[in-house]
């Protein structure tokens, strides 16, 4: 029997950085995001010579490993160990034998949430296969465990409740790891019309999100920092009230704004190769736009007047990186069995 699953990737609109504990434990943190058309994939395929493999197809790397109750963390693969680690400890206690592939349809360090959304498709995977009685927010809580705490990443929280729930959602994030997730029911030509004005456009560059987010941690002792994350969160809100009213002109235009307050939070969150493809989309018709995720590289996006759209798009693609396509879903992870 083979089981599959798939998870979205995330682009954070609003308000990252809030989810990080040092900040919303004191400070409650406010996240806007949305799910889009870009995913990671899992197979998993049972075994019987008492053997477990792992294969991470787009980073190639691979391992396996006789079939234990705990895995070793040494270093390879330790995600993919977490998380059986943790099926088998919490669930099932007792060893499996199977053959699990993943795959994700953007490099590593894109800044789309693909650490978070691995962890969550494979959970999901384990769940259809083993029947484990989940729901969403115990799928979403699961991964940042083992995520967070079992492997030590260094992060925020909306990643993982992103690809779990799916959708636009605005996000409430507070002390002892308590999370609200509030589906924005937007109506379609509001997200039409937001899709038709936003432009995706990977840099080329990517970069270690844990480092970035480690850096964001300690900064918030610094007082300017914790002013511009304040502002970003209060950011988050508007932009959540202007979407929900199809008011695509003061989102894009708030969007700039918290993008100015969201570098002033850390030195490495832009660079001069992202300021450069910035100024590039704004002489070419953006109305704004900002690096989605922890910065310092992947995704950007760019809010623009859907009939100038085809001249950034042209204008973006003569840069070193590329614009992707893609569209906004409504479903979180899914999982099936053959």
């Known amino acids: 029997m083979k089981i599959r699953s798939k998870a979205p990737l995330r682009l954070g609109l609003a308000g990252g950085g809030t989810d990080l504990n040092t900040y919303c434990d004191k400070f409650t943190g406010h996240v806007l995001n949305s799910t889009i058309s870009l995913y990671v994939h899992c197979t998993i395929e049972e075994r019987d010579d008492n053997k477990i ?24 693969m330790d995600l993919f160990k977490g998380i059986y680690n ?16 993943t795959y994700s349809d953007v490099p590593s360090g894109s800044g789309l949430g693909g650490s978070s959304t691995l962890v969550v498709a494979v959970i999901k995977a384990f769940m259809e296969w083993l029947n484990l009685p989940l729901g969403e927010y115990d799928i979403a809580k699961l991964a940042f465990d083992i995520e967070r705490e079992d492997i030590g990443i260094v992060g925020g929280a909306q990643d993982q409740y992103a690809a779990t729930f799916g959708g636009f959602n605005f996000m409430e994030f507070y002390d002892n790891k308590r999370v609200i997730v509030n589906p924005l029911r937007i109506k379609n030509w509001i997200i039409d019309e937001l899709e038709a004005s936003m432009v995706l456009y990977f840099t080329n560059i990517t970069r ?131």
């Not at 493999?53 to 396996?64: G, L, P």
């Not at 999100?209 to 969160?233: D, F």
């Not at 929900?244 to 002033?264: C, P, Q, T, Y």
Request: hydrophobic fraction near 40%.
């Open 53 to 76: 493999a792992f294969h991470a197809v787009d980073i190639d790397q691979s391992v396996e490993l006789d079939s234990l109750s705990v895995l070793p963390l040494d270093g390879q």
């Open 208 to 338: 270690e999100a844990s480092q970035i987010e480690h850096e964001k941690k300690s900064l918030l002792e610094n007082k300017k920092s914790l002013e511009a994350m304040h502002e970003v969160k209060k950011d988050a809100v508007l932009m959540k009230e202007y979407l929900l009213k199809g008011d695509i002109e003061n989102f894009a235009k708030i969007l700039g704004k918290s993008w100015v307050a969201k570098k002033r939070v850390s030195d490495g969150i832009s660079s001069n190769e992202i300021d450069k493809v910035y100024d590039v989309a704004l002489d070419n018709g953006a109305i704004s736009g900002k690096v989605s995720g922890a910065g310092g590289g992947g995704f950007m996006f760019f809010m623009v007047e859907p009939t100038k759209k085809l001249h950034l798009i042209r204008a973006l693609n003569e840069q070193q990186g590329e614009v992707i396509n893609f569209e906004f879903v409504k479903d979180g992870t899914k999982g099936w069995k053959i």
């Open 86 to 101: 943790r099926i088998v400890k919490d669930f099932i206690h007792k060893p499996l034998c199977f053959t699990l592939t």
